[in-house]
């Protein structure tokens, strides 16, 4: 069995919680692959008994790995998708961060997290993924968002027009900092923080939702995932941000955008049951009213 690991330094305080599920799975494990930079962190805090090969593209990654583990926060799980690719390869999320929608593991339920995967205990999440079309060169070879595409103004003081299009027919012209899609992962991560609604995994769905905009009567709206979006931008400034998930590019105001949904989706585990309104319960405090 091999496993790929990925993260990003996290707090010292950590390692012992690190350290437990990383010896939990050398009892079975017969190679890790760990991406490069984070190797030399992990190995000022872990020794490994099990043969390690580092890691630093998709091209490097074994076809045959069993899984890949995320170590740190969502941000951190986001960065998988660029090495995980189309591969089908499943990612756990270990949460040494903040809130962790995907990294819903806590350090305290690592032990757990080993056994689970050693047994074949868990299912697959799978997660539907945005695609760039076009421009097509401008993220590189993956173009490719798990949580949402954003365009932003670059400017401090003004504003963008954004002119969408949904199958060809025209939704709407936004006059706003900017303008996000997103997929029903993204549902509870930009897009919520500008008012958008939470859509649970499942759905086949985009969320259209504008940044800051300057019609108070515009609102986030709900597409079916199997359209077609193209955005126009204009606006005082030449040129714009254009954002999937972490990776952001600039780009002229002159550039048509065209972006649908992706033809593969990520594998996420999850462990035990599979309660997406528990996890928005515990995750936004839902429900802490003293009449519950």
């Known amino acids: 069995m091999k ?11 950590y390692f012992a919680p690190v350290n437990t599920l990383l010896a939990a799975l050398e009892t079975r494990v017969t190679e890790f692959l ?8 992990l190995s000022s805090g872990h020794q490994f ?11 490097e990654l074994d076809p045959d790995t069993f899984c890949m583990i995320s170590i740190g ?13 189309d591969s089908g390869i ?34 697959l999440d799978r997660r539907s993924v945005l695609q760039l079309v076009a421009p097509e060169d ?5 173009s490719f968002a798990l949580n949402e595409l954003t365009v932003l103004k670059r400017d401090t ?15 709407n012209t936004y006059w706003a900092d900017g303008l996000i899609i997103a997929t029903p992962t993204g549902s509870t991560g930009y897009s919520l923080s500008c008012g958008g609604p939470i859509i649970s995994p499942e759905s086949r769905n985009f969320i259209i939702t504008p940044i800051a905009t300057h019609n108070l009567t515009v609102r986030p709206i709900v597409i079916p995932d199997t359209s077609t979006v193209k955005l126009r931008i204009s606006g005082r400034s030449q040129d714009y941000l254009v954002v999937l998930d972490s990776r952001s590019r600039p780009l002229s105001t002159s ?38």
């Open 49 to 59: 008994s099990r043969p390690v090969k580092t890691f630093k593209t998709d091209k």
């Open 255 to 292: 550039v048509e955008l065209v972006v649908k949904k992706a033809r593969f989706s990520i594998n996420l585990i999850c462990l035990g049951q599979k309660d997406f309104f528990k996890t928005i319960r515990n995750k936004l405090a839902w429900g802490l009213d003293k009449r519950n």
């Open 90 to 123: 499943p990612v756990l999320g270990i949460n040494t961060g903040r809130l962790g929608f995907l990294s819903a593991v806590s350090t305290d339920e690592v032990s757990m997290a080993a056994e689970a995967l050693l047994s074949g205990n868990f299912t």
């Open 73 to 85: 926060g969502d941000g951190t799980l986001l960065d998988t998708i660029t090495l995980l690719q």
């Open 157 to 171: 003081s003004t504003m963008i027009s954004i002119s969408a299009y949904v199958d060809g027919l025209f939704l």
């Open 34 to 41: 760990v991406y490069e930079s984070f190797y030399q962190y």
């Open 138 to 142: 401008l993220f590189g070879s993956f």
């Open 3 to 13: 496993i790929a690991l990925f993260g990003r330094e996290f707090n010292p305080a």
